[in-house]
C-alpha cells in the first residue's frame, strides 16, 4: 500500500490552512515518513485524514492530534465558527475546560472565535466541573455553552460539548444543522479570532456552590467520607461543596487528588471500569469510611461505594439511582413531580414514583433526552452513573450534587442506626428485588454491530417478545416473566451493549429471593451472551 496523491494532497491542504505551528509541523513529519514508505506512518495519516469528527452526541469527542480526524485548533476553530454562524444572533457564551492535553488551548480557540463574531463570551477561570458551565449556561440565560471536556475517555482523547439555551445538550435536529454549518466554514487560518472575551468571576462560581450546599434536606452531618475526583477536575471543588454542605470528614485518594491528563493510576478513568476504584475502595477500608465516591475525571458522573459485609464494592449506577430518586421524591415541594430514567435503566423507579404518586418517564439514553422529560422534573438518572438532583438549576448530570445530596442520605441513614444498603433493601421489600447486569461487546470491525443488531431483529429469541424501540434508534427490547433484556450499539464507543434485569417478588424473605434472582440473572446473562455473540 502506497500514498495516494489524493491523500497527499488533502495532507498539504490541512497543513497550509492549519493556525497551529506546532500542528503544521506534527502532520509534516507523519506526511514526511509516510511518503518515505514507513507502512506504520501511512496507517496512521490514512487514520488521521479518514474524515472529520462527527458533531453528533452533544459535540466532538476524538484523540489529540493534527489532521481533520483529530481535536485540535483548526477543528475547534471550525466547529466554534459553524456554531456561531448557526446560532446567527449575538448573545452570552460561556465556555469552560477540563485538565486534559490541549484542553486550555482549544478553550482559547473558541472563546476567540466566538467573540470575534460579536459575541459576550465568558471564559471559567481554570479547569472546573463540567456541571458548573451547565448551571452557568441555565442561570445567566445565555445562548450557548462550550465545555472543553472527554469526560472519561482514556488520557489520548479531548472533546468539545455543548449546551445551547437551557443549560440542556444539544439534540436532533440541532447537530445536523450545526454540522451542515460546519462544513461550510472556510480555512480555519481564515476564521477571524479576538481576545475581547471576558473571565468569569469568582461570585458567579460561588453561586454554584451555595445552591450545591443547599440541596441536603436531612440534618445530620455525622459521615465519614473516602472520595477520588480520579485525576480529574472535581476533587478540591467536590471537598468544598461537602463543607458547605456541613460534611468535613472527608479524605480523598493521594495519589488521584491532583488534575493529571495522563491518568497514571487507572486504565480507564472511569468509575464504570473494573478497578478503577480500587484505590478509593482501599482507603474507605483503612480510614473505615462510612461513605465512598467517585467522580470521574470532570466531575458530571457520580459512584457510590459502600461496605458490604467485611468487604467494600461499588454499588451499581441503577442502585445509586433508585436511592437518590426516592430520597429527592420523599423531600421534594413540587405538587406534581416527575422523575425520569432511560429505558435500559431498572424499572425499580417506576414502581417508587407509583408509590409517591408521582409521574414517571423514560427517554433514549443519554441526558440530552432526560433532561427534555417533561414539565415538572425534580429527578433523573441514567444507569452510567449519571444523576441529576436538581434539574432546575443544573439541566444535565452532576456528580457534585449528587455526591452532597448521597451524603445527605447516608449520614441520616446512619443517624438511625442504617446504611445504603439497608435502604436498598427496604427498597426490595416494597417493590421487589430488581438485579441488573450489562453485558458490553468491543468490536474493531465496526460493520459487524451493524450486522448484529440486523441479525437479532430479523431472528429474535422465540421464547422472548421483542419489539422495536423507536427503530431510528436501533434498539430492541425482549421481555418474559419478569425478565427484560434491552440490546443496542453504544452511542460513544466502538460496543454493542445488552442490559439485563430480572424482578424477583420478596414472598419468601430477602436471601431467598435474592439467591433466586442471581441464578435467574445468571442464566439469563449466559444465554444472552450466547445471542449477540
Not at 514508505?37 to 488521521?48: K, M, P, S, T, Y
Not at 427534555?372 to 444507569?383: D, H, I, K, T
Request: aromatic share 4%.
Amino acid at each position: 500500500m502506497s500514498l495516494t496523491p489524493a491523500l497527499r494532497d488533502a495532507t498539504f491542504r490541512w497543513i497550509a490552512d492549519d493556525p497551529s505551528a506546532a500542528d503544521r509541523e506534527e502532520l509534516q513529519g507523519v506526511l514526511a515518513r509516510a511518503m518515505g514508505g514507513d507502512a506504520a506512518a501511512l496507517e496512521d495519516l490514512q487514520d488521521r485524514m479518514a474524515g472529520p469528527l462527527t458533531f453528533g452526541t452533544a459535540g466532538l469527542r476524538g484523540p489529540v492530534r493534527a489532521g481533520t480526524n483529530g481535536m485540535n485548533v483548526a477543528t475547534v476553530v471550525r466547529t466554534t465558527a459553524g456554531l456561531a454562524s448557526w446560532l446567527g444572533t449575538s448573545g452570552l457564551v460561556f465556555v469552560g475546560r477540563d485538565a486534559r492535553h490541549g484542553s486550555e488551548e482549544f478553550a482559547t480557540a473558541a472563546a476567540e472565535v466566538m467573540a470575534a463574531a460579536g459575541f459576550d463570551v465568558r471564559v471559567l477561570p481554570g479547569p472546573l466541573p463540567t456541571p458548573v458551565l451547565a448551571f452557568l449556561v441555565r442561570n445567566h440565560g445565555a445562548v450557548a455553552g462550550i465545555q472543553i471536556t472527554a469526560s472519561h475517555n482514556p488520557p489520548a482523547d479531548n472533546g468539545y460539548k455543548l449546551y445551547l439555551s437551557g443549560g440542556s445538550q444539544i439534540v436532533p435536529p440541532s447537530d445536523g444543522e450545526i454540522e451542515k454549518a460546519i462544513e461550510a466554514v472556510p480555512a480555519a487560518v481564515s476564521v477571524p479570532r479576538a481576545s475581547s472575551y471576558s473571565t468569569v468571576s469568582d461570585a458567579e462560581i460561588d453561586a454554584y456552590l451555595e445552591r450545591v450546599a443547599s440541596l441536603p434536606s436531612g440534618q445530620a452531618r455525622t459521615l465519614k467520607i473516602a472520595l477520588t475526583p480520579m485525576h480529574g477536575v472535581g476533587g478540591a471543588f467536590a471537598v468544598e461543596a461537602l463543607r458547605r454542605a456541613g460534611f468535613t470528614d472527608v479524605h480523598v485518594v493521594r495519589s488521584q487528588a491532583v488534575p493529571d491528563p495522563d491518568f497514571p493510576t487507572v486504565v480507564f478513568p472511569n468509575p464504570e471500569e473494573p478497578g478503577a476504584s480500587d484505590e478509593l475502595l482501599s482507603l474507605a477500608a483503612s480510614v473505615n469510611a462510612d461513605l465512598a465516591i467517585a467522580l470521574d475525571p470532570d466531575a458530571d458522573r457520580c459512584a457510590l461505594g459502600v461496605r458490604d459485609g467485611e468487604t467494600w464494592r461499588m454499588l451499581r449506577g441503577d442502585e445509586t439511582g433508585v436511592l437518590l430518586g426516592s430520597l429527592v421524591l420523599s423531600t421534594t415541594e413540587s405538587a406534581d413531580p416527575l422523575v425520569a430514567t432511560t429505558i435500559v435503566s431498572s424499572s425499580l423507579l417506576k414502581s417508587i414514583a407509583a408509590a409517591h404518586g408521582a409521574r414517571y418517564a423514560e427517554t433514549l439514553t443519554g441526558f440530552k433526552w432526560l433532561a427534555r422529560a417533561g414539565e415538572g422534573l425534580v429527578f433523573a438518572y441514567e444507569e452510567a452513573l449519571g444523576n441529576c438532583v436538581d434539574p432546575a438549576h443544573v439541566a444535565d448530570k452532576d456528580g457534585i450534587s449528587a455526591a452532597v445530596v448521597a451524603a445527605d442520605l447516608a449520614a441520616g441513614l446512619k443517624a438511625s442506626g442504617r446504611t445504603l444498603l439497608d435502604a436498598l433493601d427496604q427498597l426490595a421489600l416494597d417493590h421487589g428485588l430488581h438485579l441488573t447486569d450489562q453485558i458490553s461487546l468491543r468490536y474493531t470491525d465496526l460493520s459487524l454491530i451493524g450486522a448484529t443488531m440486523a441479525r437479532l431483529r430479523a431472528t429474535p429469541p422465540a421464547d422472548f417478545a421483542s419489539e422495536d424501540l423507536l427503530p431510528g434508534a436501533d434498539v430492541l427490547r425482549w421481555t418474559a416473566d419478569g425478565v427484560r433484556v434491552i440490546v443496542r450499539p453504544s452511542g460513544t464507543e466502538p460496543k454493542l451493549k445488552a442490559y439485563l434485569e430480572v424482578v424477583e417478588p420478596v414472598t419468601d424473605g430477602l436471601e431467598s429471593a435474592r439467591a433466586a434472582g442471581k441464578a435467574r440473572l445468571a442464566e439469563l446473562r449466559e444465554r444472552v451472551t450466547e445471542l449477540v455473540s
